[in-house]
């Protein structure tokens, strides 16, 4: 990648000193790791006296209600566009305030902000930034912040920064496992996260829609390519449901990638009628990110999303003529 990266929490720590109000924010449909590295900067923030407001453009996860102190996560509301401009805002996890989505015109023209961040990027944002391609997570690089600042995690802080980790690396499993986070999982542990209590709110408290819908998406695999790429899909009509509603796909895609041979797997749902939301996963050299990239999408090279404007049936063409120029 063309940028250089910004290996050290120096630049966060210079960031953060003397300031009085913060937005911190992440990006649209945020998962763990985005949600689990603000609240961990809140509550470092707070620690040296900083107010610091979370705002989101989505919904906060439902999913992720265990969180200590989960209600500091605010949503972007009507009204958030009558308050004054924040001229200090620090982006977790996106290289740019185009992720943040309508939590953008809460930030002033001149505003400095501080990118924290570990996808691949050629032009992140940002008048500083901590951006670390190698690292598992934001919430590891959060992790770096927060010891680098003296500052030692408490129970609530521990979790939610392992949260991010195990989210992020898919429970230890991804190739961006590395002794490092391995190391600090280990930390976090010790200063009081559960790792059986948060995988099981993770991974064992789906709603029956959320379980149903996986063997729905199941069911819609389709293989393509000689067996190389896998995909599967929601129709419009599901997605804007009742039932839509309780169901949480994160990490569905796997599933379809799990299957042996397969190197690119594509989650599609058709979001509105005739714009269609793609999650892209890969094993072996394929690079998602590149993928979505073309289709002006991003993410990082294994895990990668973009949003065609097209049905379902020709995104799915679409995409599967992009991949055959790719593989
Ligand atoms: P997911 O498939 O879980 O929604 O996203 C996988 C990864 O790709 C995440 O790191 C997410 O932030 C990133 N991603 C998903 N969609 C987009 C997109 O439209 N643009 C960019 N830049 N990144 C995306
Ligand atoms: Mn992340």
């Known amino acids: 990648m063309g940028v250089k990266m910004s290996d050290s929490p120096d630049p966060a720590i210079r960031f953060i000193e003397g300031r009085s109000r913060i937005l911190v924010s992440t990006h649209v449909n945020p998962d763990g790791d985005g949600i689990g590295a603000v609240l961990a900067l809140k509550w470092a923030l707070s620690q040296r006296g900083v107010d610091a407001d979370i705002i989101i453009e989505s919904e906060p996860p439902e999913t992720l209600g265990f969180l200590a102190n989960y209600q500091w996560v605010g949503r972007m509301s009507e009204e958030a566009g009558n308050v004054a401009p924040y001229d200090t805002v620090i982006v977790a996890d996106a290289p740019h305030t185009e992720r943040l989505g309508a939590v953008k015109s809460l930030i002033s023209d001149n505003a400095e902000i501080l990118i924290i961040d570990h996808h691949p990027t050629d032009q992140p944002e940002g008048t500083a930034r901590y951006i670390n391609e190698s690292a598992s997570s934001s919430c590891e690089l959060v992790y770096n912040i927060i010891t680098a600042m003296g500052l030692s995690p408490d129970k609530d802080c521990s979790e939610y920064l392992y949260t991010g980790i195990i989210v992020d690396t898919g429970r230890f499993r991804f190739s961006n496992t590395s002794h490092t986070v391995l190391r600090i999982a280990s930390e976090l542990v010790k200063a009081g996260a559960d790792p059986n209590n948060i995988t099981e709110r993770l991974f064992y408290h789906n709603t029956i829609e959320t379980t149903m819908a996986l063997g729905r998406m199941i069911n819609s695999i389709k293989l393509h390519l000689g067996g190389k790429m896998a995909t599967a899909c929601y129709s419009h009509e599901f997605v804007t449901s009742e039932e839509w509603k309780k169901v949480d ?79």
């Open 249 to 327: 796909t994160e990490g569905f895609v796997n599933h379809a990638l799990a299957i042996r041979g397969v190197e690119v797997a594509a989650l599609l749902r058709e979001v509105k009628p005739g714009v269609t939301r793609a999650s892209l996963r890969s094993k072996n050299d394929f690079d998602v990110n590149r993928l979505a990239n073309t289709l002006g999408g991003g993410g990082h090279s294994k895990a990668a999303g973009c949003t065609i404007e097209e049905d379902l049936s020709t995104a799915i063409k679409k995409l599967v003529k992009a991949v055959k120029e790719r593989l």
